[in-house]
């Protein structure tokens, strides 16, 4: 499968490799003057022939300048080609994880995933930039040297013969061991890039719970273990290149000594044999350097392997809809229906038999102890996942006959856990709508209470608002993930305990542009805080997966069931938050 990325690539830039193969012959055609130039200058010395001296040395001058500009052509061109491309597999590799579906990103670590778009991506572009290049220039000097070779003198020609295919036998024989391993060093690898970018992002946990030493140990090994891994690589390239050296350098040595011995039996000139020694440099040369070039493609090999796994995933389908009746994503009346819904993780069943209505205008509350299903009932809703059974329908038209674009596009959600993307505060409220305007994005800023605070930064909304967010509080970023929502003006709104997190004052503000979000819209809410779930005109619990009891708050209160137990532990809980603020 890999080598299919080499051939769409090499097809895609077939006028690079065109010229670079233009290069190439005039690069072996310079080289084999070389050796020429070298025999000649020798007859002339021993004939002691000086009006040949000056000829000579034009004609190596004239060498020195075409080889110099053909190798400037031959480096520029190899590359771009590597450039090229490294963007080219970067951009596919990048765009077809953006299309992957949920469950692909929930087995993948992000920093293996970045591993694969960086270094791999680099490995192939500077195969398909140099190390091709060079397996098919190599073979071909070998060759042009070698009938050079025959031409001055077959017996020594006979010699050098023995080299390549010896050479290409330990190639093959330790090729794949090489590239196994090469495998493995870049898994340990995007293993320790996912361990360092875990740590980077959390700065504050292992700095509060005094992590440093075990974290410090944890790297430790699994850097080590890439040590080992890497040297396993290098002991495997290191026989392959020693093996090709001390052959190709045995064949010089007997074939540099007989070429001597012909010398002295006046069966060929000085001259011929110093042309003999460059060929057989150029003979030698091309099969010593195919020890580390063969490693080289092995490497990159296994780098497509990794690459290609992302690109040959089934990503999600965005095609289908049924125009008949499929709904339009600026529809404001929107009613959402769940029918005797199943749906399980592996062999854990979270939802079972699950039914519910989600009314247009109403504000529904979800409530439940932790794994109960809240978090996966919102990935249903959003397409992420779909039923093991049951059907989700929107006015009426179920899920399977609508593309994820128009799922999608019903819901604007603000997480517990604001996302915010490195950028300028305007850029992140602008992810909920694009083509919005100035005025729009100004409007939504304060109808998030948003303008408090970012009025009072010196670039105002052109602030950077730093990895994940971290130039801003808590607050803050929750109410730009607001002012994104109500940009994006999404019929329904999806809270995944919004204000779980914040503190007293942050959580006013917050409830605040919550409530101008909530107007007119169908709004679903995983709640958390008592204020939330009281003001909802419909609570759903969840008790292991399933609906055990629905009504407002006043109904569930007078029940005396799971939601009663749940309100009398979270309102307990609320009550002490303030006296474990004053002792702190």
């Known amino acids: 499968m890999q080598v299919a990325i080499f051939k769409g690539l090499i097809r895609k830039y077939w006028y690079f490799y065109i010229v670079l193969g233009l290069v190439t012959i005039i690069d072996i055609t310079m080289n084999l003057s070389i050796a020429w130039l070298f025999g000649n200058l020798t007859e002339t010395a021993v004939s002691r022939n000086t009006t040949q001296f000056l000829p000579l040395l034009y004609a190596g001058i004239a060498l020195i300048l075409v080889m110099g500009i053909n190798q400037y052509v031959n480096g520029y061109l190899k590359s771009r080609v590597s450039a090229n491309v490294q963007d080219e597999l970067r951009t596919r590799t990048f765009r077809t994880l953006l299309r992957l579906p949920q469950t692909y990103y929930d087995n993948h670590h992000s920093g293996d995933l970045l591993s694969r778009i960086t270094t791999d991506n680099k490995t192939i572009g500077g195969a398909l930039g140099h190390t091709l290049i060079e397996l098919i220039k190599n073979p071909l000097m070998a060759l042009c040297a070698f009938i050079y070779l025959v031409i001055i003198e077959w017996r020594l020609a006979l010699i050098s013969l023995l080299i390549g295919p010896m050479i290409l036998l330990c190639g093959l024989l330790l090729g794949r061991s090489i590239r196994e391993r090469s495998n493995e060093s870049q898994q340990k690898w995007g293993t320790m890039t996912s361990f360092v970018q875990d740590v980077a992002g959390a700065s504050v946990i292992f700095k509060v719970f005094r992590l440093e030493a075990i974290f410090s140990k944890k790297f430790s090994t699994q850097s080590s273990a890439v040590r080992v891994q890497e040297t396993k690589l290098g002991v495997t390239t290191s026989i392959l290149q020693s093996l090709s050296n001390m052959i190709g350098f045995s064949a010089f ?28 440099n150029y003979v030698i040369m091309p099969f010593t350097t195919f020890a580390s070039t063969w490693g080289e493609l092995q490497v990159s090999l296994g780098a497509a392997d ?10 999600e389908e965005n095609e289908k809809t049924n125009l008949s009746e499929a709904i339009l994503t600026d529809q404001k009346e929107v009613q959402i229906t769940l029918q005797q819904v199943e749906f399980a993780y592996s062999d854990s069943k979270i939802l079972d038999n699950f039914s519910m209505e989600i009314e247009h205008g109403k504000f529904t509350a979800v409530v439940g102890a932790s794994g109960s299903g809240k978090s996966t009932l919102f990935r249903l809703l959003l397409g992420f996942y779909a039923p093991d059974k049951g059907e989700i329908r929107a006015n009426g038209v179920s899920y399977t006959n609508l593309n994820y674009d128009e799922i999608r596009g019903l819901y604007a959600l603000v997480p517990q856990e604001p996302q915010l993307f490195t950028g300028t505060i305007r850029e992140n409220i602008l992810y909920g709508n694009p083509e919005a305007t100035e005025e729009e994005v100004v409007e939504a800023v304060i109808y998030a209470n948003a303008h408090l605070f970012i009025q009072q930064f010196q670039d105002g909304m052109d602030t950077q608002v730093g990895e994940r967010g971290s130039q801003l509080s808590g607050g803050q970023r929750q109410r730009i993930a607001i002012a994104r929502a109500i940009l994006k003006n999404a019929p329904i709104l999806l809270l995944d305990e919004a204000t779980a997190s914040l503190d007293n004052e942050s959580e006013h503000l917050v409830q605040d542009a919550l409530r101008k979000l909530m107007i007119g819209r169908t709004t679903v809410a995983i709640a958390h805080r008592l204020s939330t779930i009281q003001q909802a005109d419909k609570i759903v619990v969840i008790h292991e997966g399933s609906i055990v009891e629905t009504g407002t708050h006043d109904e569930l209160m007078q029940l005396g069931g799971h939601y009663y137990e749940l309100y009398r532990a979270r309102r307990d809980d609320e009550i002490l938050e303030p006296a474990i603020g004053v002792v702190i």
Do not use: C, H, K, N
């Not at 000085?270 to 060929?279: D, E, H, K, R, T």
């Open 253 to 280: 040595v007997l074939a540099i000594t007989y070429g001597a011995y012909l010398v002295a039996q006046d069966i060929i000139s000085i001259g011929s044999l110093m042309a003999f020694v460059q060929l057989m």
């Open 306 to 315: 990794r690459i290609q796994e992302v690109l040959q995933q089934q990503p």
